[in-house]
């Protein structure tokens, strides 16, 4: 568990990175010993003044006189030496025999390069007396970088990483790390909560901390850090310094937020006048679209995804992007007011038999999602980007009991839409379904029209409508009644059913 002690050990002084790159050279066993105070020696004399408790930095690294501060060590309960070690100049490192001797004794024999001994204490008499100093230091440190740098999850990890000395990650609510590498051993529920938490793991603690948090409470992002050690104090500061980096982190996520937001309206726009244009369309919109990153050439096939019943939630666009990308469907992908348009771009034309194999794929991807799709035929050239998508749209609006259907594959339902929009047709399915008119506040008409789509399967519209399959047949009892047909009879069906495609054509 943590250790709720108030003194640092050795290790934690090695493990939080006080000592910046120090070394432990011998004496291992004695790591787990407390420290009370910090002291310079630099002769004997300061050597022999040393009590219990005590770190001892040398400041001379003779060999007689780094055994006499081990003896001294040993025999006073001095808790470790460190050697200090110039960046340039001479230096000396202990023998064998020393490191032997030290590793007898049990004390920690550690080495330190710094040009300043006098810093080296400084450092740790902070870190051991005044451990709150020690980490509003750090925290100054941290916060001064992240006002001089950019706040994305890389730059905030490296900052941490390098002042703190543990290692951090940016991590969604289901674990997946997205900058950074998720520490070993992380604890399930750690990001269960909506609070920023400590949680001992292996080789350490773990210290989570959410960025981004919705409405409902809800946490979709956290900034974890993993350190060494087990002391409560270090792993309250680390917990503290990260909670300013998650809101400079929050601040990165709401303007890439804002600029996804403002990128998608532009690329829906760009995409409207793409399809307004027809065959016609001007440089300046094609100058936009390469912009955009667009392929305008080659063969385009157009896919156009739309809710089947309820408006999914605001995370279906890069929900359904991942999910086209993991079948190998690597395109544009444009969210509009209504539905996503997305197209594949080839080089040359696509052979039809591949639109079965396309039509599987993205009836894959869209399993997780609660849409339907069409797929238009491949067309060629800027202009073919609109072509194919008006004719994936004209899919999707009649999958019926499909997931996804191709134009191709519409056959009689295609030519029955086609010939639901003559305006004579209009005016004589009107009179013939008048008698339904309001009726019910135009649910019998709905069921009816429903029902007729779905192959007057009763089972399958009463899903479409969300009411119990005994209201459809009461309904569909009661049309049959008002218009005076049976829907027993093939050609009956078959005039009304056309009959409601063209007054709905009419309504649309």
């Given at each position: 568990?943590?250790?709720?002690?108030?003194?640092?050990?050795?290790?934690?002084?090695?493990?939080?990175?006080?000592?910046?790159?120090?070394?432990?050279?011998?004496?291992?066993?004695?790591?787990?010993?407390?420290?009370?105070?910090?002291?310079?020696?630099?002769?004997?004399?300061?050597?022999?003044?040393?009590?219990?408790?005590?770190?001892?930095?040398?400041?001379?690294?003779?060999?007689?006189?780094?055994?006499?501060?081990?003896?001294?060590?040993?025999?006073?309960?001095?808790?470790?030496?460190?050697?200090?070690?110039?960046?340039?100049?001479?230096?000396?490192?202990?023998?064998?025999?020393?490191?032997?001797?030290?590793?007898?004794?049990?004390?920690?024999?550690?080495?330190?390069?710094?040009?300043?001994?006098?810093?080296?204490?400084?450092?740790?008499?902070?870190?051991?007396?005044?451990?709150?100093?020690?980490?509003?230091?750090?925290?100054?440190?941290?916060?001064?970088?992240?006002?001089?740098?950019?706040?994305?999850?890389?730059?905030?990890?490296?900052?941490?990483?390098?002042?703190?000395?543990?290692?951090?990650?940016?991590?969604?609510?289901?674990?997946?790390?997205?900058?950074?590498?998720?520490?070993?051993?992380?604890?399930?529920?750690?990001?269960?909560?909506?609070?920023?938490?400590?949680?001992?793991?292996?080789?350490?603690?773990?210290?989570?901390?959410?960025?981004?948090?919705?409405?409902?409470?809800?946490?979709?992002?956290?900034?974890?850090?993993?350190?060494?050690?087990?002391?409560?104090?270090?792993?309250?500061?680390?917990?503290?310094?990260?909670?300013?980096?998650?809101?400079?982190?929050?601040?990165?996520?709401?303007?890439?937020?804002?600029?996804?937001?403002?990128?998608?309206?532009?690329?829906?726009?760009?995409?409207?006048?793409?399809?307004?244009?027809?065959?016609?369309?001007?440089?300046?919109?094609?100058?936009?679209?390469?912009?955009?990153?667009?392929?305008?050439?080659?063969?385009?096939?157009?896919?156009?995804?739309?809710?089947?019943?309820?408006?999914?939630?605001?995370?279906?666009?890069?929900?359904?992007?991942?999910?086209?990308?993991?079948?190998?469907?690597?395109?544009?992908?444009?969210?509009?007011?209504?539905?996503?348009?997305?197209?594949?771009?080839?080089?040359?034309?696509?052979?039809?038999?591949?639109?079965?194999?396309?039509?599987?794929?993205?009836?894959?991807?869209?399993?997780?999602?609660?849409?339907?799709?069409?797929?238009?035929?491949?067309?060629?050239?800027?202009?073919?980007?609109?072509?194919?998508?008006?004719?994936?749209?004209?899919?999707?609006?009649?999958?019926?009991?499909?997931?996804?259907?191709?134009?191709?594959?519409?056959?009689?339902?295609?030519?029955?839409?086609?010939?639901?929009?003559?305006?004579?047709?209009?005016?004589?399915?009107?009179?013939?379904?008048?008698?339904?008119?309001?009726?019910?506040?135009?649910?019998?008409?709905?069921?009816?029209?429903?029902?007729?789509?779905?192959?007057?399967?009763?089972?399958?519209?009463?899903?479409?409508?969300?009411?119990?399959?005994?209201?459809?047949?009461?309904?569909?009892?009661?049309?049959?009644?008002?218009?005076?047909?049976?829907?027993?009879?093939?050609?009956?069906r078959l005039a009304v059913h056309l009959a409601c495609r063209a007054v709905r054509a009419g309504d649309e």
């Open positions: 568990m943590i250790e709720d002690v108030g003194s640092l050990t050795v290790r934690d002084l090695l493990e939080i990175g006080v000592l910046g790159g120090a070394e432990l050279l011998a004496g291992e066993r004695g790591i787990g010993t407390e420290v009370g105070d910090v002291r310079l020696a630099a002769d004997l004399t300061a050597v022999e003044a040393c009590a219990a408790g005590d770190l001892v930095i040398l400041t001379g690294h003779q060999p007689y006189l780094v055994e006499v501060a081990l003896r001294r060590a040993y025999s006073a309960d001095v808790r470790a030496v460190v050697l200090v070690k110039p960046s340039t100049g001479v230096y000396h490192d202990p023998s064998a025999a020393t490191l032997s001797f030290a590793n007898r004794l049990g004390v920690p024999l550690l080495h330190v390069t710094a040009d300043d001994p006098l810093l080296v204490a400084d450092a740790l008499r902070t870190a051991v007396r005044r451990p709150e100093l020690s980490a509003a230091r750090l925290l100054n440190a941290v916060t001064a970088r992240l006002v001089r740098s950019r706040t994305d999850p890389r730059s905030v990890i490296a900052i941490l990483s390098g002042e703190l000395h543990v290692s951090c990650a940016v991590i969604s609510a289901d674990g997946t790390a997205i900058e950074g590498v998720s520490p070993p051993g992380l604890p399930p529920d750690l990001l269960a909560g909506s609070v920023a938490t400590t949680a001992e793991i292996d080789e350490g603690f773990a210290v989570a901390v959410p960025v981004e948090i919705d409405r409902t409470g809800h946490v979709h992002l956290w900034l974890v850090s993993h350190g060494r050690g087990r002391n409560r104090r270090w792993a309250e500061a680390v917990l503290q310094i990260s909670q300013v980096a998650s809101w400079a982190l929050g601040s990165w996520v709401a303007a890439e937020r804002l600029e996804t937001e403002r990128q998608a309206r532009s690329r829906g726009s760009l995409l409207a006048e793409l399809l307004a244009s027809g065959d016609d369309v001007p440089p300046q919109l094609v100058q936009q679209a390469v912009l955009a990153g667009w392929r305008l050439d080659g063969w385009h096939t157009g896919v156009y995804a739309m809710p089947a019943t309820d408006l999914p939630d605001t995370a279906t666009t890069e929900r359904l992007r991942v999910e086209l990308s993991r079948r190998g469907l690597h395109g544009q992908l444009v969210e509009g007011a209504e539905g996503w348009s997305f197209w594949l771009t080839n080089d040359s034309e696509p052979p039809q038999s591949q639109h079965r194999e396309l039509t599987t794929r993205i009836a894959q991807a869209l399993g997780c999602c609660p849409l339907v799709a069409g797929v238009g035929r491949p067309h060629h050239g800027v202009s073919g980007v609109g072509r194919t998508l008006a004719e994936a749209r004209e899919a999707a609006g009649m999958t019926g009991t499909a997931k996804v259907v191709h134009i191709d594959e519409l056959g009689v339902r295609r030519l029955l839409s086609m010939a639901a929009e003559t305006p004579a047709l209009v005016d004589q399915a009107t009179r013939l379904l008048e008698p339904l008119t309001g009726v019910e506040d135009g649910q019998l008409l709905r069921t009816l029209a429903i029902y007729l789509d779905e192959e007057s399967v009763t089972s399958s519209a009463a899903v479409r409508l969300k009411v119990h399959r005994n209201t459809v047949t009461q309904r569909i009892n009661r049309a049959e009644q008002l218009l005076g047909v049976s829907l027993l009879n093939p050609d009956e």
